[in-house]
């Protein structure tokens, strides 16, 4: 029974009817966990059109996030191209037109409902603000739900919905439950009402968790937490177990892994306890608990050396059951090991993680999977503790704004490649430092590490690491007006760059040199002082500043070769 939620539910009806007509629109749900966001979704779904296609996806609360979890959810129902990309781990400049493309000819009216984007990756906000701004044209309703007790002014989520248009985006705060709500649910119950509001403050999970438990008249559980394990304690051992072992994961379950935990008595089990109200089914089949406190407080209760095991126990099901490398498991892989505190397997397999989310851009979440490796460093060889090193700081430094911890994570990694003998590879980590500490606006300290360097790597035989060294020198000549050394320098890099086939870092020089050859333009005199004959008036005209004529002969010759090239 759905109560309080008339007004909200006909906001959701009315977008639906908008995007039928061809004006789609973004829906953002948002209240406190357990206030019913989930439940009135439902109730939405099932009051839609029947000309209404309604696609369901989660973000789950793992240590790193999945990127584009819920477009991994919904993926192979909504387009099978769409599903080919997200298999095929497709950037974004690829996958976002794919799924726009499939909004757009759908033929239906498409409700996309990306549940806790609270716990969402970069790359799911990179793509809630790719469709905000494409929305209204789309027959296409996007609806977001959010705890908003876990959103603060500096969480990512709250700079992207202030970035998405307002004629497009509606808001709905869900309330707590009214007084005469909480009654009329405990009214065949035999509970007091008034305690019950009181002990909840309207919380409709907290309500009907606390209703659902059969703890004695007068004592009531002070906490859902509690009301939770007060019901656990009536089910069989079977059914604890059951409900212990899919705690363990965030998010549904799906059936064969339930089956690869359980055993043979997993059908059986699961519903039983589908049977009681405490677990769900999604779309897919996959089980759940029908909310995420419960499963969190389930969790508690389990002692620690047992939630490691289990952890294992999922982690090794997950890969003998699981042949490809799917980039929503390898996360889920990475999660379950990090919590079984098995450093070995988070040293395999963070990394990989870090790598596929550094692909489709989201570079926090992977400085976040490479932070977690980071935490069994002591455990890792010599070659994988400076590789960690190396590329921790690199995705930190693009994305988090921090510079003390990446310029020391380039420092260890440049200690331990040298004792190493792997000299090629403390170039790279000296340039980034250069960039770092100009950032910083520590120029000295910047030229320094540019210019060792290039010390560095000259004393090896001409490769990629000597060539970015040259252009990371140019760089820093642009960047101080030493127009000249910036193209000398950046003619180095590129020839070796040429020579190499090494694109990215001739762009880098390209760019170097281009804008010193911009600044070096002389400006043009005015042309009242051309026509001027009078020596007197051209002694008065002030000296144009920029290079002489033999100069910008030169420099027309550099141009010539670099188109040339």
Not at 11 to 21: K, Y
Not at 191 to 218: M, Q
Not at 310 to 339: C, N
Request: contains cysteine; proline residues 6%; glycine residues 8%.
């Amino acid at each position: 029974m759905l109560l309080d939620r008339e007004g909200p539910l006909k906001v959701l009806l009315a977008a639906g009817r908008s995007a039928a007509l061809g004006h789609g629109s973004i829906v953002v749900v948002e209240g406190e966990a357990g206030i019913g966001k989930t439940s009135l979704l439902r109730e939405f779904a099932e009051h839609s059109d029947n000309g209404c296609r309604v696609l369901w996806g989660w973000c789950e609360a793992l240590f790193t996030p999945c990127p584009l979890g819920p477009l991994q959810d919904m993926g192979q129902l909504l387009d099978p191209r769409v599903a080919a990309l997200l298999k095929q781990a497709a950037p974004p400049e690829r996958l976002f037109p794919a799924l726009l493309n499939a909004l757009q000819h759908s033929g239906d009216t498409i409700i996309l409902i990306f549940e806790d984007v609270q716990w969402a990756d970069n790359a799911t906000l990179d793509l809630v603000k790719y469709l905000g701004r494409r929305i209204s044209l789309l027959p296409t309703v996007l609806v977001l739900t959010l705890r908003s007790d876990e959103i603060g002014a500096d969480h990512p989520l709250t700079h992207v919905l202030g970035d998405l248009p307002s004629a497009s985006v509606s808001r709905i705060a869900l309330q707590p439950l009214s007084r005469e709500a909480v009654a009329a649910l405990t009214e065949q119950s035999g509970r007091c009402a008034d305690d019950l509001y009181r002990i909840t403050e309207g919380n409709p999970f907290f309500v009907t968790e606390l209703l659902a438990s059969e703890t004695e008249p007068g004592r009531i559980p002070h906490s859902i937490r509690d009301a939770v394990w007060a019901r656990l304690s009536r089910l069989t051992a079977g059914e604890r177990k059951a409900l212990e072992v899919i705690s363990i994961v965030p998010g549904g379950v799906e059936p064969w892994l339930v089956r690869a935990l359980l055993g043979v008595e997993a059908d059986t089990l699961l519903d039983q306890c589908l049977a009681r109200g405490l677990l769900r089914r999604d779309g897919q089949g996959a089980v759940m608990f029908r909310h995420e406190l419960a499963r969190q407080a389930t969790l508690e209760r389990l002692p620690p050396s047992l939630q490691r095991s289990l952890h294992s126990i999922v982690e090794a099901a997950i890969s003998q059951l699981v042949t490809t490398k799917a980039p929503a498991l390898l996360v889920r892989r990475v999660h379950h090991a990090a919590s079984a505190e098995d450093g070995a397997r988070v040293l395999e397999l963070a990394p990989q993680a870090a790598a596929h989310a550094a692909h489709l851009g989201a570079h926090r979440d992977a400085a976040s999977h490479l932070a977690t490796a980071l935490r069994y460093i002591a455990q890792a060889t010599p070659e994988q503790a400076a590789q960690l090193y190396e590329d921790w700081a690199y995705e930190a430094g693009l994305a988090l704004d921090v510079y003390e911890p990446v310029i020391e994570a380039h420092h260890r990694a440049i200690d331990i490649w040298r004792e190493l003998g792997r000299i090629e590879k403390i170039g790279p980590n000296l340039c980034r430092l250069s960039r770092l500490h100009w950032r910083r606006g520590e120029g000295k300290a910047a030229e320094d590490c540019a210019d060792q360097a290039v010390c560095e790597m000259e004393r090896l035989p001409p490769g990629p690491e000597l060539a970015m060294a040259y252009s990371t020198r140019s760089q820093l000549h642009m960047l101080h007006y030493r127009f000249d050394e910036a193209i000398e320098w950046g003619l180095r890099a590129i020839a070796l760059a040429d020579q190499l086939g090494q694109i990215e870092t001739r762009v880098h020089a390209l760019n170097n040199v281009g804008t010193a050859l911009l600044f070096f333009r002389p400006p043009r005199r005015p042309r009242s002082t051309r026509r001027n004959a009078c020596a007197g008036a051209r002694a008065r005209v002030p000296r144009p500043c920029g290079p002489s004529l033999h100069q910008l002969r030169g420099m027309r010759g550099i141009v010539q070769r670099l188109r040339a090239g």
